[in-house]
T-cell receptor, first 113, second 112 residues
Framework: KAGVTQTPRYLIKTRGQQVTLSCSPISGHRSVSWYQQTPGQGLQFLFEYFSETQRNKGNFPGRFSGRQFSNSRSEMNVSTLELGDSALYLC????????????FGPGTRLTVL | DQQVKQNSPSLSVQEGRISILNCDYT??????FLWYKKYPAEGPTFLISISSIKDKNEDGRFTVFLNKSAKHLSLHIVPSQPGDSAVYFCAASASGTYKYIFGTGTRLKVLA
């Protein structure tokens, strides 16, 4: 089975721009979660989707949004980028029930200049 | 409010000895816990989990202990190997929330 894939792997943007990151979960996995990892902060939960519905959202500003498609693929969008948005963005998928472990992709490294 | 804490940013252990990584949590609603290992430039890899109905779970060299009264869990690696050198994250979840709260990680270095 192919693992979780994320595209692009690296991205450089400037302040004020917007960015869209993509995640393809493991085949058969219907839950997709997104996390932001910054040095010293660990992984911060952004949101979780299941069957195209957002079931939970972390404490991030409205500039961070996401969606899930009918094939379980997911995208997240960050608008009006700020320097502090520079981070590794990780996507994880899991089958239901939700207590199963999450399987992570390699992440997208976003640098905002 | 950091609900899951890993108070040791780093740990060094000799090869063959035991590594003990600790994690504390504050939310008594957490009922499922996981440990992940992360190498640079890779996503976290699942290691082992434990539900709140147990106090111990073992998988090969890895054992996780849960002390609910102290809101504390620990990961034991025996024997430690140089390939275990990585950052280890603990994570916790509460039923029906569909999210995991991660600690800030502990960097383990196993010395040959």
């Amino acid at each position: 089975k192919a693992g979780v894939t994320q595209t692009p792997r690296y991205l450089i943007k400037t302040r004020g721009q917007q960015v869209t990151l993509s995640c393809s979960p493991i085949s058969g996995h219907r839950s997709v979660s997104w996390y932001q990892q910054t040095p010293g902060q660990g992984l911060q939960f952004l949101f979780e989707y299941f069957s195209e519905t957002q079931r939970n959202k972390g404490n991030f500003p409205g500039r961070f949004s996401g969606r899930q498609f009918s094939n379980s693929r997911s995208e997240m969008n960050v608008s009006t980028l700020e320097l502090g948005d520079s981070a590794l963005y990780l996507c994880a998928s899991s089958p239901e029930p939700s207590y199963n472990e999450q399987f992570f992709g390699p992440g997208t490294r976003l640098t905002v200049l | 409010d950091q609900q899951v804490k890993q108070n040791s940013p780093s740990l060094s252990v000799q090869e063959g000895r035991i590594s003990i990584l600790n994690c504390d949590y504050t939310n008594s609603m957490f009922d499922y816990f996981l440990w992940y290992k992360k190498y640079p430039a890779e996503g976290p890899t699942f290691l082992i989990s434990i539900s709140s109905i147990k106090d111990k779970n073992e998988d090969g060299r890895f054992t996780v202990f849960l002390n609910k009264s102290a809101k504390h869990l620990s990961l034991h690696i025996v024997p430690s190997q140089p390939g275990d050198s990585a950052v280890y994250f603990c994570a916790a979840s509460a039923s029906g929330t569909y999210k995991y709260i991660f600690g800030t990680g502990t960097r383990l270095k196993v010395l040959a």
